[in-house]
């Protein structure tokens, strides 16, 4: 087998950069999935101004490699890919983070289900912290298969990573998140927004 | 399908994975086992608090989107360049050059200090993960790899022997350095993407040594965020890059020699 049978020329990117100008394929491929790859790198930098600079330069990379994108291909993926190549970049500094929540925040700071048995309901803030508790390698298979919907095998390619290292990954974030929430899992209690939850009676002496 | 099948493949299930035959055992399963029934609607019931708790996308990334837009804006009014393998090309030549005068020296400090391949590397590395990764010229299936290897290495061996030692080729393509053809050989690991260029021994290699494995003069050098190292045996010339750790490449550049010998 030769050479240019290995590697056929794909085509169809010539057609379509030749037949619409870039700024409206890249506008209707790529555009649509700023916000899903704003909301990935947030939860997993915790830093939301260095989750905006990851994304805004995503799309830059994107915008001038975007003659080698094939139109009709996974496009999300690709992107997700090129964020990906960029937090690994920031990988050490990412991974000696530790997870910080406001004062506001640090009683609803869950610990263990064993902790609160008689109260199996967990605020978004509750669960969220959980979720940041998880090792970034954890975190980011979890948030990309179930928010962002990726299949295994997409996950192992754009992570560039063993299909089997991604399945380990997601089972012991699984494992870790239902030691922490189970008893929301078990019951029919659903999440409630701080909001929601009954206001406690005025202190009286 | 038992009950330890059907856990081990949850996950999977989980993540709309499968065959669509392995789907249908897993529902069956589930039917026909309360218990699995339990497991899997508590998975079910995580995943829909984790989606919730996430939320949506943020409200800003309209704000965002406008900032891009304009920075792509900004990039359109550039004068316009060739793509970067054009580029880089017009570089060729004066590498080509400085390899020449290097080897005109036979000079082994001038040989230590040549880094000029492993930077050709280095950025057939960075365009692999930013720019070429979809771009289809890419042979992924294992039987396309092996016909590649043969084709630019003359031998298979070195994908099969990577694979035993538990670095499986991703994926390959033919790519020049220093207008020398190389297998670009792209292997997972934990620390990252790890590329292997690939060719049959030519002149000699050049660079900074390392340290030494089994009689074998390991070369190499750190640029930006990368690291890469280099060997030659008496059939191979090899370099590896990765933006992993020193330690951990070595490591790999280690084991790699221990299959090869």
Same mark, same amino acid.
């Given at each position: 087998? $030769?050479? %240019? ?23 209707? %491929? ?30 830059? $990379? ?22 990906? $190549?960029?937090? @690994?970049?920031? +990988? ?9 929540? @406001? ?68 089972? +012991?974030?699984?494992? %870790?998140? +239902? ?13 409630? @927004? ?12 | ?22 789907? /249908? ?90 880094? *000029? ?21 890419? /042979? ?14 003359? *031998? ?106």
């Amino acid at each position: 087998m $030769n050479r %240019e049978a290995l590697f056929p020329t794909p085509v169809s990117m010539l057609e379509v950069t030749d037949s619409e100008p870039k700024t409206q394929v890249f506008e209707r %491929e790529a555009m649509p999935h700023v916000g899903s790859l704003l909301r990935t790198a947030a939860r997993l930098t915790r830093d939301a101004a260095l989750a905006e600079d990851l994304v805004q330069e995503t799309m830059l $990379n994107a915008w001038k490699a975007f003659h080698r994108f094939a139109p009709g291909t996974n496009c999300k993926g690709w992107l997700f890919r090129i964020l990906f $190549n960029l937090l @690994s970049k920031h +990988r050490r500094k990412l991974h000696a983070r530790p997870v910080t929540v @406001s004062l506001d925040e640090a009683s609803d700071l869950p610990t263990t289900d064993a902790d609160r048995p008689a109260q199996p309901v967990f605020t978004q803030t509750e669960i969220l912290a959980a979720i940041d508790r998880l090792p970034l390698e954890q975190r980011s298979v979890l948030i990309l298969a179930v928010v962002e919907g990726f299949k295994c095998r997409e996950i192992a390619d754009l992570q560039q990573i063993a299909i089997g290292t991604v399945m380990s990954r997601l089972s +012991r974030a699984r494992v %870790e998140l +239902r030691a922490t929430l189970g008893a929301a899992l078990r019951s029919d209690a659903s999440t409630t @927004s701080a909001a929601d939850r009954p206001a406690k009676p005025p202190f009286t002496p | 399908m038992n009950c330890d099948e059907f856990e081990t493949a949850l996950p999977a299930y989980l993540a709309s994975d499968g065959t669509p035959a392995e789907r /249908a055992s897993m529902e069956t399963h589930a039917r026909e086992c309360a218990q699995c029934a339990r497991r899997l609607a508590e998975e079910r019931r995580l995943d829909d608090l984790i989606r919730e708790a996430v939320g949506p996308a943020p409200a800003h990334a309209n704000e965002l989107r406008q900032r891009i837009r304009r920075d792509l804006v900004l990039d359109a009014k550039r004068p316009a360049v060739r793509p970067t393998r054009w580029r880089f090309s017009r570089w060729l030549p004066l590498a080509a050059a400085i390899a020449v005068g290097g080897w005109l020296g036979t000079s082994q400090l001038v040989m230590a200090r040549d880094t *000029t391949l492993y930077r050709a590397a280095v950025a057939d590395h960075v365009r692999d993960m930013t720019e070429r990764a979809n771009d289809g010229a890419w /042979a992924t299936e294992p039987a396309a790899i092996e016909e590649l290897a043969r084709t630019a290495i003359g *031998t298979n061996e070195f994908a099969a022997r990577l694979r035993s030692a538990g670095h499986p080729v991703l994926r390959a393509r033919i790519c020049h350095l220093q207008g020398t053809a190389f297998a670009h050989l792209v292997m997972a690991s934990d620390g990252g993407p790890v590329s292997m260029f690939v060719r049959r021994s030519g002149g000699p290699l050049r660079g900074p040594v390392l340290e030494v494995v089994n009689d074998v003069q390991v070369r190499g050098c750190a640029m930006e965020v990368f690291e890469s190292a280099g060997f030659q045996t008496a059939a191979l010339t090899v370099l590896v890059v990765s933006d992993s750790s020193r330690g951990e490449l070595l490591d790999l550049v280690r084991t790699t020699l221990g299959h090869l010998s």
